[in-house]
């Protein structure tokens, strides 16, 4: 497992970036609001293979769209089996 960050020339970037066996698992965008889904991880998700993108916060609003989920930090954890 690797933990890198997505940014592209024109400053566009997402939090984290999880890679297995070299290949993007998932992307996370870290918020401390439960605001709409933000434009990089909107623009990133259209644009590349990186097949799910998660923006948490500490908020309690949670819902999908096709490629973006938008959800609190625990359950986040709980989506992913961590503690």
Known sequence: MELRYL?????REVDFVVLKDGKPAFAV???SGDSAIGAAPRYFAERTPIPRFYQT???ERHYSTSKLTVLPFIRLCEELGLP
């Open 57 to 59: 916060h500490l908020g």
């Open 29 to 31: 965008e870290c918020k």
């Open 7 to 11: 940014r592209d020339t024109d400053k």
